[in-house]
């Protein structure tokens, strides 16, 4: 393989992966591998899939990939292939797919031709540019995984031994569910069950209380569990695109309730989600709410020093105010920063930098001047089909096919429960990520000072996944490049969000950390330690020794400028 795909893959698994992997929905362990979230996207540009097509198409390699693939299907016709089913592909997981010969070499065919597409996503002439080839293997996989012939009744044997099996029944509750898909889901398949998830009741429960709320953002004051806390407090930043609540998933998920149980006076900011009146919302009115929001915890908790925590988008602007504030007096203020699976330098291969082309730049303006909001079901779905096989097909099958309802899991539960969109914000954002503008000194001002991220002197702790597909870990990673201070890097086994969802005593968690991080993430990671279990006690620990002193934990939530106005999750989380 080419020097330059091998390049993407290694950056950007989730850009480059075998295009034929499909996951089982009614796994929990794999529930919610490919969920989005968390970063703008905006609704994507149509076109970018013509201009894949036009890359896979070309005359020359497409007639030599032809000859290939024609000639592998006479071999499959004579039972002389050998290509074998790969095992980790739950679609053809079914006996029939080895044992019934027609079954077999539809597979075989399938996947050869699978194989020649894939080919053509990486040809040389590709390979010289990664955001063109992620763009062709983009296109590629929602071909091939649309192709797939499980995604039909007559191609799918345990589809049809489920119908048998049933009378029809099965048939007739797949019906249904594809019926209200259409009716209420805009055709596309139901991810979740969510009915048996309430916010503030199993999914964001840890308790507290809104001590602060106006137009833009709440803020929550979690209730401290420890006879005392350490006097700098930590104020989350979640991302402004989707709910906060990925960090406080269900109790013995929540990594808030672990943090603040192990002695962290916690605060977080809870964005609202935008309505059609908050189209002029943009960065800097975000970053301008953040810095109330630090105001407020420093007048609640007496301290004049806070740590920060930023989480995907939010982890993005707040690096920007501490640039902001670096350059306007400094940031004496804050001790450390973490960044949870957070993209700032944007120079490695990433799906977003890939998405954004001049085209989408120009909608986006357009939509940008006119205030426009982006309703949550399209920006879903656009989400959705960055993960065909994982997030669209997987269901077809589940829940058309079979006639099962859709899971019930916290992490799908949460991505169901979405959020609007300012064209504005998308737009400044996405010109960020498509000119490294963060990572340039000098390229980008906010609230009126030029930013250098490099005059930011506070300790960095670095959260990223190897499986990521939306912030992947190389970009991640090279935050620790960015900022003066110490820095720590810990990147987990999984993917976006369940990097975040990694509690202690979770299956088959892992994670690297170890080496001092250098300007090769490639280096780091091949010196970097294998470690059994979750990250969340590392950090805690991290996060503990640049807490301050112990300090008896406060009675009760506020002060009196700042009184309780409600219990958590207050009232925006459910807007």
């Not at 029939?96 to 031709?113: F, T």
């Not at 996503?121 to 091939?144: G, I």
């Not at 656009?382 to 006639?403: C, E, H, K, Q, S």
């Not at 509690?503 to 690297?512: C, H, I, T």
Request: hydrophobic share 40%.
């Amino acid at each position: 393989m080419a020097v330059a795909t091998e390049r993407l893959e290694r950056a950007a698994p989730g850009l480059a992966e075998p295009l034929e992997r499909a996951t089982d929905p009614q796994d929990p362990e794999r529930a919610g591998t490919g969920v989005g979230g968390g970063e703008p996207v905006g609704t994507g540009d149509p076109l970018r899939l013509l201009d894949g097509l036009s890359d896979l198409l070309e005359p020359r390699a497409a007639a030599v990939e032809s000859i290939a693939v024609v000639t592998e299907w006479m071999k499959i016709a004579l039972g002389r292939s050998d290509i074998e089913l790969p095992p980790r592909d739950k679609r053809f997981a079914d006996p029939a797919w080895k044992e019934n010969p027609v079954y077999h070499r539809w597979a075989q065919a399938y996947l050869a031709w699978v194989e020649a597409v894939e080919r053509l996503a990486s040809t040389p002439r590709l390979q010289a540019d990664w955001k063109r080839e992620a763009r062709a293997r983009f296109t590629a996989a929602l071909v091939t995984s649309a192709a797939a012939p499980t995604n039909l009744l007559a191609g799918n044997p345990a589809a049809l031994k489920r119908a048998f099996d049933t009378a029809g029944m099965s048939l007739l509750r797949g019906f249904r569910n594809a019926v209200q898909d259409v009716v209420s889901n805009g055709g596309m398949p139901s991810q979740v069950d969510s009915s048996s998830f309430h916010v503030g009741e199993n999914l964001a429960a840890t308790p507290g209380s809104v001590i602060y709320r106006e137009e833009l953002f709440e803020l929550l004051e979690y209730q401290p569990t420890t006879a005392r806390v350490g006097s700098r407090p930590l104020l989350m930043v979640p991302p402004q695109v989707n709910k906060y609540y990925f960090l406080d998933l269900a109790p013995g998920r929540s990594l808030v309730e672990y943090l603040v149980g192990r002695g962290i006076h916690y605060f977080t900011v809870v964005w609202r989600n935008p309505r059609p009146e908050h189209g002029h919302w943009g960065l800097e009115d975000y970053i301008e709410a953040q810095q109330r929001a630090l105001d407020v915890v420093r007048d609640v908790s007496g301290s004049e020093e806070v740590n920060l925590l930023g989480a995907c988008a939010g982890g993005l602007t707040t690096a920007l105010m501490l640039g902001h504030l670096a350059a306007d007096g400094g940031t004496d203020g804050i001790p450390s920063a973490t960044f949870a699976i957070s993209m700032i330098d944007s120079g490695h291969p990433n799906a977003l930098t890939m998405m954004t082309t001049d085209r989408m730049q120009q909608s986006l303006s357009r939509d940008a001047a006119g205030g426009k909001v982006y309703d949550r079901k399209d920006l879903a779905r656009t989400f959705a089909w960055m993960r065909p096989n994982d997030l669209v097909f997987n269901y077809v099958v589940n829940n058309w096919l079979m006639g099962n309802d859709p899971p019930a899991f916290d992490i799908l539960a949460w991505n169901n429960d979405g959020t609007n969109l300012p064209a504005r914000f998308d737009r400044q954002m996405l010109d960020i990520y498509a000119h490294n503008r963060a990572a340039r000194p000098g390229s980008l001002q906010v609230l009126g000072t030029p930013i250098d991220l490099g005059r930011v002197e506070v300790d960095s702790f670095v959260i990223a996944g190897v499986t990521d597909h939306i912030t992947p870990w190389m970009p991640c990673y090279m935050t620790s490049q960015l900022l003066g201070g110490e820095s720590e890097v810990v990147v987990t086994s999984t993917g976006h969000i369940q990097t975040i969802v990694n509690p202690p005593g979770k299956p088959r968690a892992k994670y690297f950390a170890g080496p001092e991080p250098g300007p090769d993430p490639e280096a780091w990671m091949a010196a970097a330690d294998a470690h059994e279990g979750s990250w969340w006690p590392r950090y805690a620990d991290w996060l503990l020794a640049r807490s301050g002193e112990d300090r008896e934990a406060p009675s009760r939530p506020g002060n009196r400028r700042y009184r309780p106005l409600e219990p958590a999750p207050g009232r925006y989380v459910k807007e």
